[in-house]
């Protein structure tokens, strides 16, 4: 699996929001767990542009995926540095490089396929971050580890919550169809909390809110590249239950701009959501704007399908004032600009038109 490509030059704007703090990355060596999914080649896509005359030195990747809905067709540019391999979390990683960043984006994100295989979902969030950890551990000169939660943790807030600060501590069941990641993405912060006040492993913790963007494949399931899929294909969009629900969302410049400011700005031991609180829309709304952006698209109301995990938050949306604050972090794209964009990307892609 290779970088993406970025025709638009939006990799560069990501680069251009660390200001100095990108050159922490010179010659350094960093561990990118589930670098075959979306928010992988991402990461992968701004190290290869780092190394393309950014940096003094180049960065090395060593990328692992266990490709359990990763894909391993290569795209974009080939960087030298960075390696990917396949590897399962889950176990131990014979890693003897020294390492001086550690990013933990594997999971199995989306709700489709976290019902599919929830004991692989909680195996990624729960071993996978111990092994990591330990990894950790071993590597006294490691400046950062990000560790990938979700606002899923917070799972049906109280409204008196929403927008939702990281204080909240969530309303969540644990034996629910959703149970498996939400469940497991909230030990998966415990873990890392406790290794760095153990071990002084110097983890940080991000709770991103919907993120989307060129690179979703188009049978991911996740609300953004569905719709898009629909609509493409002359297909109403399906919205399930009543429309109401409400989602915020991200768009992948702003979002790894954040990720990687948690990395490198967080305070150690803690959680920091990441979003964009302006875009906050109910679905049939979300629908309804694809009307607007491809035109012919209906859309229908139906009932929640078995293959989708009950019990959905009725609301989401972040408070961003402690990413504001400790991390600089801003989203800057709104809602319309981010899904034309992402519209565009999609309809270059031949799976779309399927
Ligand atoms: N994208 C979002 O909006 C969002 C929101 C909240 C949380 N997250 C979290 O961020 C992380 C990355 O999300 P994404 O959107 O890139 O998901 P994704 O599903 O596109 O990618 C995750 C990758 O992890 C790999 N993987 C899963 N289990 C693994 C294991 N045991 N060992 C090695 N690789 C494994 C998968 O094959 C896949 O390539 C996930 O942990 C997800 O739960 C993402």
Known sequence: MKAL???????????????????????????????????????QSVFTRMNDGILQKPCKVISVDSYITGDQ???????????????DIAYPLPIRQDLDFIIHAAGVASPVYYMQYP???IDSAVQGTKNLMELARRNKKLEGLLYFSSSEIYGDPDPSAVPTPETYHGYVSSTGPRACYDESKRLGETIATIYSQRYDVPATIVRPFNVFGPGMKHNDRRVVPMFTYEAMNGRSIPVHGTG???RTFCYITDAISGFLKTLLRGKVGE?????????????????????????????????????????????????????????GYAS?????????????WADTQPDYHV
Request: hydrophobic letters at 35%; aromatic letters at 6%.
């Open 5 to 43: 490509q970025d025709p638009a030059g939006e990799t560069q704007g990501i680069i251009d929001s660390l200001g100095a703090d990108v050159h922490r990355f010179s010659g350094k060596t960093i561990l990118l767990a589930g670098g075959a999914g979306f928010l992988g080649r991402h990461f």
């Open 73 to 87: 067709q290569q795209h974009g540019v080939h960087d030298p540095h960075i390696v990917n391999v396949w590897a």
């Open 119 to 121: 004991l692989e979902t």
């Open 244 to 246: 109401h629900q409400t």
């Open 271 to 327: 959680a920091y959501n990441i979003g964009n609180a302006e875009n906050e829309i109910a679905m049939a709304k979300l629908a309804e704007l694809y009307t607007t952006l491809i035109p012919g698209s209906t859309m229908k109301l139906i009932d929640y399908p078995e293959t989708y995990p009950a019990g959905e938050p009725q609301r989401r949306c972040p408070d961003l004032t402690k990413s504001a604050r400790d991390l």
């Open 332 to 344: 800057q794209v709104d809602l319309k600009t981010g899904l034309s964009r992402f519209i565009a």
